[in-house]
């Protein structure tokens, strides 16, 4: 089996700083990508950022020249680097992966519990 677990999130003022962090631990054989969503309330689950394992990313429109993401592949890391918050982007950030946990299996989608970020105007 394959754990994501998130940290990082809370409460913080607009315009502010905040940086995710997600470690993958458990049976991994292999990472294709690993990234982040978010849901509000009210509204669907929307992807924010994605990485592959070879450092393509891709963004949201909505998060483009504030967010930005990373990862570490020897500690099955994924880190988001929010900046500029805005009361808008208040949501749970939920870690997700595509990995590998069979020898001959494919990639399986994982997700971790999910942090709350709460941008206060």
């Known amino acids: 089996q394959v754990q994501l677990v998130e940290f990082g999130g809370g409460l913080v003022q607009a315009e502010g700083p905040r940086r995710l962090s997600c470690v993958a631990s458990g049976r991994i054989l292999g990472i294709n990508a690993m990234g982040w969503y978010r849901q509000a309330p009210g509204k669907q689950r929307e992807l924010v950022a994605m990485m592959s394992s070879g450092g393509t990313a891709n963004y949201a429109d909505f998060v483009k020249g504030r967010f930005t993401i990373s990862m570490d592949n020897a500690k099955n890391m994924v880190y988001l680097q929010m900046n500029n918050l805005k009361p808008e982007d208040t949501a749970v950030y939920y870690c997700?992966?595509?990995?590998?946990?069979?020898?001959?299996?494919?990639?399986?989608?994982?997700w971790g519990p999910g942090t709350q970020v709460t941008v206060s105007s």
């Open positions: 997700h992966g595509q990995v590998r946990d069979r020898a001959s299996g494919p990639y399986m989608n994982y």
